[in-house]
């Protein structure tokens, strides 16, 4: 059954949830998993692509968007529309809808800011884990470390 966490950030701004979302495809990455980003906008999936290639100056994380880049795939792939194709693995959903093909891997990685819209966005989709029987974890940081 697929594991959600929930990563509670004491940050607002959208760039320093880009920011985590790095580190936590990085921390993955580095555990030999597989990790498909769902952003919520092409802007924002293309934001993201910039983001990995210098949030860290001594970090490497091969990724690309979905469609484009080598064959076979590197193991990070940022998307934010369809079905991601391959991927089983990690789960890092950044759009604000549950997406319909989040049961399909491992793991579901939900990251809030702490601004009000973004929790209540949380809410709504911690409700929807859990009617459908997923045990949830959450994880409260006091910083942006994973």
């Given at each position: 059954m697929t594991k959600i966490d929930f990563y509670l950030i004491?940050?607002?701004?959208?760039?320093?949830?880009?920011?985590f979302a790095c580190r936590l495809?990085?921390?993955?990455?580095?555990?030999?998993?597989r990790i498909y980003i769902h952003?919520?906008?092409?802007?924002?999936?293309?934001?993201?692509?910039?983001?990995?290639?210098?949030?860290?100056?001594?970090?490497?994380?091969?990724?690309?968007?979905?469609?484009?880049g080598p064959d076979p795939a590197p193991p990070i792939q940022i998307g934010f529309?369809?079905?991601?194709?391959?991927?089983?693995?990690?789960?890092l959903n950044l759009n604000n809808a549950v997406p319909e093909?989040?049961?399909?891997?491992?793991?579901?990685l939900e990251i809030v800011p702490s601004d009000a819209a973004a929790q209540e966005?949380?809410?709504?989709?911690y409700r929807f884990y859990?009617?459908?029987?997923?045990e949830i974890i959450t994880h409260k940081l006091q910083s942006a470390e994973v």
């Open positions: 004491q940050d607002l701004d959208v760039k320093a949830r880009l920011e495809a990085e921390k993955a990455y580095k555990n030999r998993h952003a919520d906008s092409k802007e924002e999936a293309h934001e993201l692509d910039e983001l990995l290639w210098t949030y860290r100056e001594e970090s490497f994380l091969p990724h690309n968007l979905v469609g484009e529309e369809g079905k991601p194709e391959n991927h089983r693995d990690i789960l093909f989040y049961s399909n891997f491992a793991r579901v966005l949380a809410r709504l989709h859990r009617a459908e029987g997923y």
